[in-house]
């Protein structure tokens, strides 16, 4: 013989309780908004937090900031690991300001086989925020062409072109990418190296 469950009777007031409780929460901005991890000694998780203000978040990735200890001079360096959800920035420490070539164009020579002419800028980075911003901006783009695009993510002329028109701005929008991405040719990822959800 089959027992029956008993059907449940919700009082009226609890839920309207829960839900108006429901929307004043859905109503307030998150108070952790990015998830950020500092390995580099004398800056905090709050300094990063300040530094990538107004710029987009990569979802539910977390944010390393790790230390790149350098033989001859600093440079740029970040990662997008997407197995793992973790975008890496590395800042060069010690820390002193430096230039690097950005490349943001290339255009195919003519003739056989694939040369190009590449079209760069020499940017200066002052701070650390600088470069906080920019490696940031750079492996983000990385992360839109791939988690939400649904393409390869391997475009290092686009990312280092969206990061340099935008890293000294105060606000960065998902339009700004887009703008950034306007005349580039990518490919989708293929169905075999899709991750299943």
Known sequence: MLQLAEELHFD??????AVAALERDAGRAPS??????SDLHGLKVADVRRALSGLPSPGDYRLVVKPLRYRT????????????????VRVPEPFRPFSELVYVNARRK?????RFAWLSEKVRF?????VLRFVYLHEWLHWYLREMQGLRAGAETACDRFALRNFRRRQVS????????????MQAVPELFRLVA
């Open 12 to 17: 009226h007031r609890a839920v309207r309780r």
């Open 32 to 37: 952790q908004g990015l998830l950020v991890r």
């Open 73 to 88: 001079r600093p440079h740029l360096s970040g990662l997008c690991e997407f197995d793992v959800g973790r975008i890496i």
């Open 110 to 114: 003519p003739g056989a086989g694939m």
């Open 126 to 130: 002052r701070t650390r925020r600088d």
């Open 174 to 185: 998902v339009d700004d990418a887009l703008e950034a991405l306007e005349g580039t040719r």
